[in-house]
């Protein structure tokens, strides 16, 4: 009997602790899958800090690292620098990455350091109870936000990819989302050139992936992605930002 379809051998077959309807799943495939397509998982570190993602190491068949929080571009770019030829990937939420962590990751990014990010989107803290992030949407009601963000005291949300994209050292920079199907596959083409591209050593790569988080939103599963469709990609509009190997930024 021919096989269609099995699991990706850059996952391992053991439950996650994520929330009923949770993307980071979905997410954690397209990385794994990418992986071992490339062929690459013997040599491929990832570098997880805290947030939902802390436990990835439970998850992936790959090296693992954990860094302290906002800190994994500073950690992968020590692995990087110390074993040129690994394939290294930070996998980050908007509270790590955009807030705690923005200096780093600014700053791998114009150092053009040889690493690929996924950036996971959620528009809240997710593992610490649903505060207000740096990308919670304008009126978006959270724990410290009980009214809704009001943008003349909290400010606006923060365009990561936009704002990567601007810097000389970023050569590819995407955002896409995991909430049907076809954005699924265009994810996943996004998230594989990405290492492609760190493969070739030409400089670093952002993948920002707009995510549900049904728990802190209140909200079902398929309401979350009925939501994220509604109100996330309106404020983060899907595609490329930058692709230096073909000359396009937006």
Not at 89 to 99: N, P, R, V
Not at 142 to 157: K, L, Q
Request: include cysteine; charged fraction near 20%.
């Amino acid at each position: 009997m021919a096989v269609i379809f099995e699991r990706t051998k850059g996952l391992l077959d053991v439950p996650t602790h994520y929330c009923p309807g949770c993307t980071h799943g979905v997410i954690h495939r397209l990385v794994a899958e990418s992986l071992e397509e490339l062929g690459v998982l013997d040599r491929a570190t990832g570098v997880a800090p805290v947030g939902c993602s802390v436990l990835a190491y439970d998850y992936f068949s790959c090296d693992m690292h954990e860094a302290a929080h906002g800190r994994a571009p500073a950690v992968a770019t020590g692995i990087k620098r110390a074993i040129p030829d690994s394939i290294v990937f930070t996998y980050q939420g908007d509270g790590d990455l955009a807030a705690i962590g923005t200096a780093e990751i600014v700053h791998a990014a114009a150092r053009g350091e040889r690493i690929t990010t996924i950036f996971v989107n959620n528009c809240i803290y997710g593992m610490t109870g649903g505060q207000m992030a740096p990308t919670t949407l304008p009126g978006q009601v959270t724990e410290t936000s009980p009214y809704g963000r009001d943008v003349n005291t909290a400010g606006h949300p923060i365009r990561v990819a936009e704002m990567i994209s601007t810097l000389d050292g970023a050569v590819y920079v995407e955002r896409v989302s995991v909430d049907s199907v076809p954005n699924i596959l265009k994810a996943k083409k996004a998230i594989k050139k990405a290492f492609e591209i760190q493969m070739q050593g030409l400089g670093f790569t952002l993948i920002e992936v707009l995510s549900t988080c049904p728990t802190n939103w209140g909200l079902a599963p398929v309401e979350a992605l009925k939501w994220l469709r509604e109100n996330m990609i309106p404020y983060y509009p899907l595609g490329v930002k930058k692709d230096a190997t073909t000359g396009e930024v937006k």
